[in-house]
Nanobody
Framework: QVQLVESGGGLVQAGGSLRLSCAAS????????MGWFRQAPGKEREFVAA????????YYADSVKGRFTISRDNANDTVYLQMNSLKPEDTALYYC???????????????????WGQGTQVTVSS
């Protein structure tokens, strides 16, 4: 397993931007596909974005497509989520996740990734 620590959350006005980071340790980072999930109060956790081990393939939820960009830096064991044009409905606790298989995130019936971070709060004010 890999240990994950998110950072970069905060309070931003609607229309603003934030960049989340997720630092990995404990295993070879490039062995893992990475993903971001979020959970708003009173709602189920939902998938946001995923990236394969090389960064050559990305996958997004329809709700964030065109606004969010996932990327990774394998030299520094970090995955990022650039969030632009933020909306109040993007307010949630954002989690980073890792799994050996990219299909864990992209399958129509996704399964649970192996490793999770503790989450970072994003709050978008209207």
């Amino acid at each position: 397993q890999v240990q994950l620590v998110e950072s970069g959350g905060g309070l931003v006005q609607a229309g603003g931007s934030l960049r989340l980071s997720c630092a990995a340790s404990g295993d070879i980072f490039s062995n893992f596909a990475m993903g971001w999930f979020r959970q708003a109060p009173g709602k189920e956790r939902e998938f946001v974005a995923a990236i394969n081990w090389s960064g050559g393939s990305t996958y997004y939820a329809d709700s964030v497509k065109g606004r969010f960009t996932i990327s990774r830096d394998n030299a520094n064991d970090t995955v990022y989520l650039q969030m632009n044009s933020l909306k109040p409905e993007d307010t949630a606790l954002y989690y980073c996740a890792a799994d050996q298989y990219y299909s864990t995130f992209t399958h129509p019936r996704p399964s649970e990734p192996d490793s999770w971070g503790q989450g970072t709060q994003v709050t978008v004010s209207s």
